[in-house]
């Protein structure tokens, strides 16, 4: 059977944790940018925009899954079924079977939400998404959430007329990484973007009643624009009152822009706790906001700091200080059994085991030098990403 004639979708590779159940529908292909130096996504692709009729065709075979999976399995468990069910599967090729199998998973989830992948796919015209979300909506009517990403830059050229029609035809919420709010950091990571766009961006956003959720880099702009990064995102979130603000602490991986800029001496890693200082700074200085601070992501230190910024404020600061109050050694001890992926708090520190703890102790002992110490701490992070 030649690719064409089988019924299968394209499937991206990247979508936000919180998108974890949703149904990936792929209208694009790589980013437009491609220039972030701490990105290594999509660099040897692309970008591609797919056509609104082979886009169509994914929904088709998508929604015919969907039926074929809610007539044998959700309505009607019968033997008989069943067994024209695995009658069907048999005569699929592999290929088919994990995309009917990926709607069955979407719909045994409440097949409700759906995401559009990849980078960047507002780039698109607002036509074709127009178009596409339409389709998607008449075709699998269970659907009660569909969201996105887009770059800030390519945001902030989209008419809150443009993102009212996008709401009305069904687009529920944009994720965008901005990173930081600092131009000095943004223009350090090549991020293509300004913080007048971000604001731009996120005012149309928010204005046309599309829900809003930017990504924060503690520790990107490296310990020359530490505290800068912290300060100036506070600014950019303060004047947007974005629906969600999710951390990412900062991970520079080997090969990448910023690897390099390490190398020849020009960046420097911040430290763990520069990080923390950097997301205890920022949840101190946003103003009149309701936003709320997620850390949906195993890399950030202290994975139970989030809440509502104006009703948690003291809750997640005082879960910081917790922290900051501790030891320097013990600080370390968490860092390194939260890195090796045991711990989550600094509260499940009693729990390890007397062997792990040993084995932690002589890194510590090891390691005296500082640079050294973050530099580990990085190369822990990298595994997780
Ligand atoms: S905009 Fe996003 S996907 Fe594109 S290069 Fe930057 S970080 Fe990577």
Redesign the pocket.
Known sequence: MTEEMQKTYRIGPIRPPSEANSLLLQITEG?T????K??S??RRRKFKAFSVESIKKDIDVMAEYAKLAQEHLLQDGSWNKRAALVQRLEKMTHAEQECYYFIYRWLAHGGENVFLQD??SLAVKTERVLEVLRYLREKLPSIRRITTYG?AETLSKISVEQYKQLKEAGLDRIHS?FESGSDNVLKLIN?GVTSEQEITAGRNIKEAGIELSVYFMPGIGGKKYSRENALETARVVSAINPDFLRIRSAVIHKGSDLWNDFLDGSFQLCSENEKLMEIKLLIENIKDCTTVLVSDHIINLLQNVQGRVDLDRQKMLSLIDEYFNMPEYKQKMFQIARRSGIVTAPSDLNLLPRDWVERFSATIESIKDEAEWDYKMNSMMAHYI
């Open positions: 980013c940018w491609n220039r972030c701490f990105c996504l999509y980078g960047n770059r990484g991020k």
